[in-house]
């Protein structure tokens, strides 16, 4: 696999958990984290990575953030992977985690795509280039020649860009933009033209810093994280309610702040399966079912004999299907906000490995 292990990469995941809390100035110092660890009572089991993406190019800081999984029908085994370095522009992963391609788009947070048939795979990034203006960053995934394609980039209102997720709705593409101070944005998007338009259809507000989101295709619901709060679900239909309902709070327990990175596990057509999110206070994840918001567990990605544990995850992502002989049953990236003695990457973790650890069918 890409990258190497680092070398306490076969310490016991809890104890590596109370070095970095006793290692946190000097961590924070190395990837500008101020988070400190902590220790909750409610279990987490443990799987391990099966692969890595080689470095993102920015050493010495919080870089890597947020990963979006395209998966190849005809080839499993050419499957890409689209990561942010959020200093510098994004790279485009092939499964075994070489780094293909790399296009300077400057400071894009969360990433997204969707496959829009004829229109190609639409990839979009949330642009924080301007800090005072929130744009939305479009590219088409080339999947024969493994690059980006630049399409432009649409304003979306005053602030921050930081988190991002697409929905599909028919043959039009929404985009959840969701600002740092809260703000959530539904932009929806007009591909058909030489150059991408954007209209804001409507606007939610969470009260304080929120970052990642997903929305369920089959469901047209949203789930966002605050970060300091918990797990929202926002009804995600351009003429629903704008008030939100939180599914998770961040009790310290269940699921530690900062509330980071979210993704869906679908299964079926209906509303089954699962939402993931980071809970970067304590290195964990935490699921819960999409029927009915149930808590299900927790787990960890601890070291293993050649790849490392995950650490301080902002960004995740989930597909479900077949990648292959090492990904037969679909599968987890997650950002590595800890990989010394390299800069920051992303683990890949097979979706049959988490059921096991979780006791899922």
Same mark, same amino acid.
Not at 52 to 74: K, L, M, S
Not at 178 to 189: C, E, H, N, S
Not at 203 to 218: F, H, I, N, P, Y
Not at 297 to 318: M, P, Q
């Given at each position: ?108 947070? %969360? ?17 924080? %280039? ?46 959840? %933009? ?184």
């Amino acid at each position: 696999m890409a990258g190497n292990a680092p070398p306490n990469s076969r310490i016991d995941p809890l104890t590596r958990l109370l070095i970095a809390a006793a290692l946190l100035p000097l961590a924070a110092c190395a990837a500008g984290k101020r988070d400190i660890p902590v220790v909750p009572t409610t279990p987490a089991a443990s799987v391990q990575a099966r692969g890595q993406t080689d470095a993102v190019g920015t050493a010495n800081a919080d870089a890597a953030d947020d990963p979006a999984i395209w998966r190849n029908p005809a080839n499993p085994a050419a499957s890409l992977i689209v990561g942010t370095d959020k200093k510098a522009g994004l790279h485009v992963y092939d499964l075994t985690g070489k780094d293909r391609f790399f296009i300077d788009a400057g400071q894009v947070n %969360n990433v997204d795509l969707k496959d829009m048939g004829p229109l190609g795979i639409i990839v979009a990034a949330s642009d924080r %280039n301007d800090r005072k203006n929130a744009k939305l960053a479009l590219f088409r995934l080339d999947t024969a020649a493994v690059k980006l394609i630049p399409l432009g980039t649409i304003p979306v209102g005053a602030g921050e860009a930081y988190g991002l997720c697409l929905m599909a709705v028919g043959n039009t593409l929404h985009a959840f %933009n969701v600002i740092k101070d809260g703000t959530i944005r539904q932009v929806a998007l007009d591909l058909s033209g030489a150059a991408p338009t954007g209209t804001i259809v409507r606007t939610m507000k969470l009260a304080t810093q929120s970052e990642g989101c997903a929305a369920d295709d089959r469901t047209q619901r949203l789930y966002v994280g605050e970060e300091n709060v918990g797990l929202w679900r926002f009804d995600a239909r351009a003429d629903g309610p704008v008030a939100g309902t939180l599914i998770a709070p961040a009790d310290g327990q269940k699921l530690v702040v900062d509330v980071e990175g979210v993704t869906l596990a679908p299964e079926g057509t209906g509303n089954g399966g699962y939402v993931i999110v980071s809970s970067q206070g304590d290195h964990a994840y935490t699921v819960y079912r999409l029927s009915d918001d149930s808590y299900v567990g927790r787990f960890r990605i601890a070291a293993g004999s050649t790849i490392g544990a995950t650490e301080e995850t902002d960004g995740i992502d989930f597909a479900p299907g077949d990648f292959g002989l090492t990904y037969p049953g679909g599968l987890f990236v997650a950002q590595d906000g800890y990989n010394p003695p390299y800069a920051q990457n992303f683990k890949y973790v097979a979706w049959a490995d988490i059921k096991a650890a979780l006791g899922i069918e």
